[in-house]
């Protein structure tokens, strides 16, 4: 009875091991199970965050313009000749007499200082002068009858020549007072300030009892600034494939939006005659008339040369382009993937499209509405194309 109930007693543990083993196994294939589960869902997220940080774009190829009878290019206008007025001498702003607007001629008067420091210098500088004038005759009346008692044979020779170095230090004396009396009255002469050239002032930088320093040294030491503005030169950068059309002589006409259904007509004056190669433009330097003053520096103009343009010709939305401290900038998408940032020449404007003159390519895309934060060699997913009609 009692082996029995040991036997009854052993297979109950057995079973209690058994039971607790299958508890463990399933224990244990959960956990593994949870783990993959949990594993498996940051893959999928890391993935998805992965693709999340690769911006989405879309692309458009630049539109193609048909050939044009004429090179239409953005210039601005310059000066023929400006210059600012500095002072040559120290002192205070005594009148002025031209503002800014007004029209001079070559030598009219602009302003006086006063200058009462070099006045006094003058003084004593011609004082000295006088001084010394009257030692040299001193000298020289003492030389020449030095010389005479010599002949008599009154006096030493060393004597006479001492008489006659004192006077050839006396006409030493004089000739340097002179000149440091020409030199103050140049400097007096520099209180009035005159035009170096006709023109108008375009600016006035001083006023009625202003601290005037010589020099162009310091702050606001700009008096005026005289501009010749006829002829008016007018600066274009043409693009390089234009470069060939562009010669010396060549007729031109600009618009300005100042004047509209204008045309004011130049001719080309001279070229750098090399290639920037940083923006593959032809520097060239425009001259038109402008007797009547009508044609202001600093203007921008639509400058139309009369030549045939066969070059493919691109415009692009205003939307597509980055325009940043370095240039305007269009963002384009390679093959790969990456983004590229491309210099580009800008042409006329029309309104919600620009003319691109260069730094593109027809078969490139490029990304429309890009971010500001876009980066070179940054990787993107394109989405679509947009179209660009």
Same mark, same amino acid.
């Given at each position: 009875m009692a082996y029995e109930t040991d036997v009854v007693a052993n297979t109950q543990k057995k079973h209690s091991y058994i039971l607790l083993l299958v508890l463990g196994v399933l224990l244990i294939a959960g956990a593994a199970v949870a783990l993959v589960i949990r594993l498996g869902e940051r893959r999928a997220l890391a993935k998805e965050t992965e693709v999340l940080a690769v911006p989405s774009v879309i692309v458009i190829q630049p539109k193609v313009a048909p050939p044009q009878e004429e090179l239409v290019l953005p210039s601005s206008l310059e000066a023929y000749t400006e210059s600012p007025i500095y002072a040559r001498t120290s002192g205070y702003l005594q009148h002025w007499y031209k503002d800014i607007g007004s029209h001079v001629?070559? %030598?009219?008067?602009?302003a006086d200082i006063e200058t009462p420091e070099i006045d006094q210098e003058l003084m004593q500088a011609r004082a000295a002068r006088n001084q010394a004038e009257a030692?040299?005759?001193? &000298?020289?009346t003492s030389a020449q009858r030095w010389d005479t008692l010599r002949k008599m044979d009154a006096v030493a020779q060393q004597e006479t020549d001492e008489k006659s170095s004192g006077y050839a230090q006396a006409q030493a004396s004089l000739a340097s007072s002179t000149a440091n009396v020409r030199r103050l009255e140049q400097l007096e002469s520099f209180k009035h300030i005159y035009a170096p050239f006709s023109g108008v002032i375009t600016k006035r930088n001083t006023d009625i009892g202003a601290l005037i320093? &010589?020099?162009?040294? %310091?702050?606001?030491?700009?008096?005026f600034v005289v501009a010749q503005i006829d002829p008016i030169r007018v600066y274009v950068d043409v693009p390089e494939i234009y470069a060939p059309s562009v010669r010396d002589h060549l007729n031109a006409t600009i618009e300005l939006p100042a004047f509209p259904g204008r045309r004011f007509t130049g001719r080309v004056a001279r070229s750098a005659d090399a290639i920037d190669p940083s923006t593959r433009t032809l520097r060239t330097e425009i001259d038109v008339p402008n007797r009547d003053g009508e044609l202001f520096p600093g203007s921008y103009a639509q400058l139309h040369f009369g030549v045939h343009v066969a070059a493919v010709r691109l415009s692009v939305p205003v939307n597509a382009l980055l325009f940043r401290a370095e240039g305007p900038r269009a963002a384009v998408v390679s093959s790969d993937g990456k983004v590229h940032l491309k210099a580009v020449v800008i042409g006329r404007d029309y309104g919600n499209d620009v003319e691109i003159l260069g730094g593109l390519d027809p078969s490139e895309n490029i990304i429309l509405n890009p971010s500001d934060s876009l980066e070179e060699g940054q990787t993107v997913h394109v989405t679509k194309e947009g179209g660009h009609s």
């Amino acid at each position: 009875m009692a082996y029995e109930t040991d036997v009854v007693a052993n297979t109950q543990k057995k079973h209690s091991y058994i039971l607790l083993l299958v508890l463990g196994v399933l224990l244990i294939a959960g956990a593994a199970v949870a783990l993959v589960i949990r594993l498996g869902e940051r893959r999928a997220l890391a993935k998805e965050t992965e693709v999340l940080a690769v911006p989405s774009v879309i692309v458009i190829q630049p539109k193609v313009a048909p050939p044009q009878e004429e090179l239409v290019l953005p210039s601005s206008l310059e000066a023929y000749t400006e210059s600012p007025i500095y002072a040559r001498t120290s002192g205070y702003l005594q009148h002025w007499y031209k503002d800014i607007g007004s029209h001079v001629q070559k %030598g009219q008067l602009l302003a006086d200082i006063e200058t009462p420091e070099i006045d006094q210098e003058l003084m004593q500088a011609r004082a000295a002068r006088n001084q010394a004038e009257a030692q040299l005759d001193l &000298a020289k009346t003492s030389a020449q009858r030095w010389d005479t008692l010599r002949k008599m044979d009154a006096v030493a020779q060393q004597e006479t020549d001492e008489k006659s170095s004192g006077y050839a230090q006396a006409q030493a004396s004089l000739a340097s007072s002179t000149a440091n009396v020409r030199r103050l009255e140049q400097l007096e002469s520099f209180k009035h300030i005159y035009a170096p050239f006709s023109g108008v002032i375009t600016k006035r930088n001083t006023d009625i009892g202003a601290l005037i320093n &010589a020099g162009n040294s %310091g702050t606001n030491q700009e008096l005026f600034v005289v501009a010749q503005i006829d002829p008016i030169r007018v600066y274009v950068d043409v693009p390089e494939i234009y470069a060939p059309s562009v010669r010396d002589h060549l007729n031109a006409t600009i618009e300005l939006p100042a004047f509209p259904g204008r045309r004011f007509t130049g001719r080309v004056a001279r070229s750098a005659d090399a290639i920037d190669p940083s923006t593959r433009t032809l520097r060239t330097e425009i001259d038109v008339p402008n007797r009547d003053g009508e044609l202001f520096p600093g203007s921008y103009a639509q400058l139309h040369f009369g030549v045939h343009v066969a070059a493919v010709r691109l415009s692009v939305p205003v939307n597509a382009l980055l325009f940043r401290a370095e240039g305007p900038r269009a963002a384009v998408v390679s093959s790969d993937g990456k983004v590229h940032l491309k210099a580009v020449v800008i042409g006329r404007d029309y309104g919600n499209d620009v003319e691109i003159l260069g730094g593109l390519d027809p078969s490139e895309n490029i990304i429309l509405n890009p971010s500001d934060s876009l980066e070179e060699g940054q990787t993107v997913h394109v989405t679509k194309e947009g179209g660009h009609s």
